[in-house]
Nanobody, 123 residues
Framework: QVQLVESGGGLVQAGGSLRLSCAASGRTFSRNTMGWFRQAPGKEREFVAAIIWNGGIRYYADSVKGRFTISRDNAKNTVDLQMNSLKAEDTAVYYC????????????????WGQGIQVTVSS
């Protein structure tokens, strides 16, 4: 049974930083793209960042580019998201995702999801 468990969320002031971590179990994702999505209240879930299997290519949503950094450790089967210069609009539930694919029409989609973790940025 595959599980993705997020940690590191919480409350932070605008301009601050948080680091989210996601630990996968049940299978290895060392050959799969992993990433993060988020969902703000009243909005649809949106793509945040993705990293290919060897970390060689990283993708970011325009809204977080230059502020967020995604990384992974295949030996530990983990993926992290370092979030700096946080803004109130970054407030959302953040979801770890594994085995991502990007379609021309649909954008990013994932086969496996974590339960989500709350990140709240106070202004």
């Amino acid at each position: 049974q595959v599980q993705l468990v997020e940690s590191g969320g919480g409350l932070v002031q605008a301009g601050g930083s948080l680091r989210l971590s996601c630990a996968a179990s049940g299978r290895t994702f060392s050959r799969n793209t992993m990433g993060w999505f988020r969902q703000a209240p009243g909005k649809e879930r949106e793509f945040v960042a993705a990293i290919i299997w060897n970390g060689g290519i990283r993708y970011y949503a325009d809204s977080v580019k230059g502020r967020f950094t995604i990384s992974r450790d295949n030996a530990k089967n983990t993926v992290d998201l370092q979030m700096n210069s946080l803004k109130a609009e970054d407030t959302a539930v953040y979801y770890c995702a594994a085995d991502l694919e990007r379609g021309l029409q649909r954008g990013w989609a994932s086969r496996y999801w974590g339960q989500g973790i709350q990140v709240t940025v106070s202004s």
